[in-house]
Structures are given as structure tokens and as C-alpha cells.
């Protein structure tokens, strides 16, 4: 919203050479909501509502095809969180059969925003009425991958914006998604939720990449299809986020048991179960590589026909220097800890009444924030009875 970080904004873009912001697409005023989700969504969003939409509505009309809409954003604080949910909103309103993305920024665990869980609460159960579907990246696990694999010491958000840009692009650069095909995808947000979102109560996508390491270790690495999918599958059922220190005793389900899953007991622990997945693989050989590890029904929810809960985007182009690499987007059980820690904390603040008078001075009463932890709580349940 600040005015300064815009323009940093719009001149870093300049001066890489490679693209720049229209000079008229931007909006900011002089303050932002002071990490205050009512504040962004009373009384921002509705002021500049008219401004906003018009912005969008002029880029959306220099669209041949308009595929949708990803938008960018976190969640403690009270801009992004706050008017970004209000937008999204209009959004749904205004383009009522538009695609929308939420790509959300989960803050760090702990010394950030006081307020944070209420901002988040607040911001999922709003955005699961209108989005299509939430796009999560946590800020603890990026900070990890930096530290860990990046071998960066000292971590900025610059280092963290880099690697979520780039397990993005590892998503969104161009790849054929028909089996076999040789046409790049005209649609990928369209694809993307059509592969990934078979119910509109499960809408949390997370998204992990193989290999990742800083650029100079590349030209001493060699990685082989085989290994990156075996460690891409493991990173899956056993919900690690990176290839460093994956739980290997993590199994599947025994399947053919006459219990249909959901209601089965015998799930061992922290088996992370699927709704869907996709896996994007770029680089040299990829219509070699076998991917029946990733079919097996066991990974699935049992509601969904495995054939249809798995798809694999490919292209022999390969991605920001990494002769071979693996994505995987899925709708699984990886967010269920973060999501109950968020939703326990800010209801243990709720019912001391912390800090709430500073929502209803915005208009956000007590009924509102009872509506989110219902809306989350039913969440939660459905991605723990997969
Ligand atoms: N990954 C990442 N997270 C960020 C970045 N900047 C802020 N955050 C996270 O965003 C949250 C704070 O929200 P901000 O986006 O700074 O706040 P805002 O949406 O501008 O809202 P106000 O400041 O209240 O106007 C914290 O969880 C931060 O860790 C960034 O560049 N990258």
C-alpha cells in the first residue's frame, strides 16, 4: 500500500531490462492498515474499491483471453490479508466465471504480528467463499530451504521471495498438459484447478520442487528421473517440504482391507493423504520418466478415482538452469497442523477477548470471527477425515 514500497516496486522491475509495470497499473495511498484485517477489508477496501476495479477491468480488457486471476499476498498483516480478501471478493463478483488463485503468504510461527492468527483466520474462511482455490506458501519452510539447502547465512526476504519465485515459474512457465501432447497450455490456471480442485470444499494447494540448490553447486550435480521422483513421492506421503531429512518409514496404507478409507482407523501417523497432485517435470528424457509410483491409489483419498486424482505436466525445456527438474502441486493433508496451530491460537486470544476491540471499531463484531472459526474448523475436519 505504502507509496515507497510501490515505487521500489515498480523501479526494480525497470531496471532489470526484461519487463517493466505499466505506469498507470498501481494504486497506494500513504499509510497501510497497521496490521488490522478489518481496517484493510471496512474500510479500505470499500473506499477504494472504485479505483481498484477500474484498474483491473482495464488490464483485464487487453486480454485476447482472459485466464483468471492470481493474486499475491499475505495474510498477518492488514493490507494483504484485509483489502486483499475484500478485492478478491469484488473479484468474484465482477468476473463471476474468471479463475481465481490466491497465492497466500503463511507468516512465520512465531515474533511476528501480535494479531496474525486473527488476521489469518480472518483472511482463509474469506477467501475459501470466493477463491477457486489457495495457492500456500509458508514463510518458515522458505526461511528452512534458504538456510538449509540455499546455504544462505543471512536470510532476507529478498532470498525468500527467490525461491518462492522460483518453485512459481517451476509451476507457471509454460508446459503441455495433455498426456503425449505437443501444444503448450493455453489455460494453465484453468488446468491447474481442474486437475487439482474435484471439490470446492478442498481448495489448499502446496507446492514443493526437486532439486534445489544454489546455482554454483549445478554444474558439479547430476540428477537422474528415478531418484528426484522416488524423493519427490517420499517428500509427498511423508509431508516434507524439502529433500533434506525426509522421514523414509513413512508408508502407505495397506490397501484391499474391507474399511473404505475415511472411516479407516489403521492410518499409520503422519501419512499425508492426497485429494490430487500434479507433478510438472521440465527438462531433458521427461517422456521417459515413470510416474506409476504417484497412481498408486493408496496416496488417495478413496471418494476420487485414482486415475483422476493424478495428472503430469511435461516439457524438454529445462527450468532456470537445472538440467532436470520436478514440481509437485497438491491437495493433501500438508496443511492441517499449520491450520489447527492458527486457528488454536487465535481462539485462545478470542475467548480473553484480546485485542477484538480493535476489529469492532472497524465493524468486524465477535459474530464475524465466530463465522471464520466455524468456516475453518469444518475445514479442518474434512481434511482430516480424507
Ligand atoms: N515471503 C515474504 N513474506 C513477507 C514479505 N513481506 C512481508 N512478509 C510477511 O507478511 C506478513 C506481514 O504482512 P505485510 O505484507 O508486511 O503487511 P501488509 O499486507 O502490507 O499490511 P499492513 O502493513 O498492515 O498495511 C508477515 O508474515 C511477513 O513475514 C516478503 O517480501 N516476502
Given at each position: ?93 465482477a ?145 516434507a ?11 502407505p ?13 489403521n492410518?499409520p ?14 527438462g531433458?528424457?521427461?517422456?521417459s520418466?515413470d ?5 498408486d ?51 485462545n ?9 480493535q ?28
Amino acid at each position: 500500500m505504502e507509496p515507497k514500497v510501490i515505487s521500489q516496486t515498480l523501479s526494480t522491475a525497470a531496471r532489470s531490462g526484461y519487463w517493466k509495470y505499466d505506469g498507470r497499473s498501481h494504486f497506494c495511498q500513504k499509510q497501510g492498515s497497521g496490521n488490522n484485517w478489518a481496517n484493510g477489508y471496512s474500510v479500505h477496501g470499500p473506499k477504494h474499491k472504485e479505483v481498484i476495479m477500474d484498474l483491473v477491468q482495464r488490464e483485464a480488457e487487453k486480454c485476447d483471453r482472459l485466464g483468471g486471476f492470481f493474486t499475491i499476498m499475505s495474510m498477518a498483516g492488514g493490507t494483504g490479508s484485509g483489502l486483499g480478501a475484500f478485492v478478491t471478493q469484488c473479484l468474484r463478483d465482477a468476473f463471476p466465471s474468471s479463475f481465481i488463485l490466491n497465492h497466500v503468504i503463511w507468516p512465520y510461527g512465531t515474533g511476528e504480528v501480535i494479531v496474525q492468527n486473527y488476521n489469518s483466520v480472518l483472511t482463509l474462511s474469506h477467501l475459501y467463499q470466493s477463491s477457486d482455490a489457495l495457492l500456500v506458501h509458508e514463510n518458515d519452510v522458505i526461511h528452512k530451504i534458504c538456510a538449509q539447502l540455499m546455504n544462505i547465512k543471512q536470510i532476507s526476504f529478498r532470498d525468500v521471495n527467490q525461491v518462492i519465485a522460483h518453485q512459481l515459474g517451476s509451476v507457471f512457465q509454460p508446459t503441455y498438459t495433455a498426456e503425449g501432447g505437443l501444444h503448450y497450455s493455453r489455460n494453465p490456471l484453468g488446468d491447474l484447478m481442474e486437475m487439482l480442485v474435484p471439490h470446492p470444499e478442498f481448495k489448499m494447494l502446496g507446492l514443493r520442487n526437486i532439486p534445489q540448490m544454489p546455482e554454483n553447486f549445478l554444474a558439479y550435480s547430476t540428477f537422474s528421473w528415478p531418484g528426484l521422483i522416488k524423493h519427490l513421492r517420499q517428500m509427498l506421503i511423508a509431508n516434507a517440504k524439502m529433500e533434506e531429512g525426509i522421514d523414509w518409514q513413512v508408508r502407505p496404507p495397506c490397501l484391499g482391507s474391507s474399511i473404505p478409507s475415511s472411516h479407516s482407523t489403521n492410518k499409520p501417523l503422519h501419512f499425508n493423504t492426497s485429494v490430487a497432485n500434479l507433478v510438472i517435470l521440465r527438462g531433458k528424457d521427461m517422456h521417459s520418466v515413470d510416474l506409476g509410483s504417484f497412481r498408486d491409489p493408496s496416496l488417495y483419498t478413496s471418494w476420487l478415482n485414482p486415475q483422476d486424482a493424478f495428472n503430469a505436466w511435461k516439457t524438454p525445456r529445462s527450468f532456470n538452469k537445472y538440467e532436470k527438474s520436478a514440481a509437485l502441486v497438491s491437495n493433501s493433508q500438508f496443511l492441517l497442523k499449520p491450520l489447527d496451530s492458527v486457528v488454536g491460537k487465535a481462539w485462545n486470544m478470542f475467548a480473553s477477548k484480546a485485542y477484538i476491540h480493535q476489529y469492532t471499531k472497524f465493524g468486524i463484531q465477535e459474530e464475524d470471527f465466530l463465522d471464520s472459526f466455524t468456516a475453518l474448523e469444518q475445514v479442518i475436519s474434512s481434511y482430516s477425515n480424507l
